[in-house]
């Protein structure tokens, strides 16, 4: 499980943040807002 939610997060991270995740999409979106 901890090897497919890795990949699904980058995946979506590419094109997704809110499917990759609340930690991940916060600091993303500060930096680009």
Known sequence: A???????????????????GPKKGAPQRSKKR
């Not at 997060?9 to 590419?14: P, V």
Request: net charge positive; glycine share 16%; charged share 35%.
């Open 2 to 20: 901890n090897t497919k939610q890795k990949q699904k997060s980058q995946k979506f991270n590419k094109g997704g943040k809110k499917f990759g």
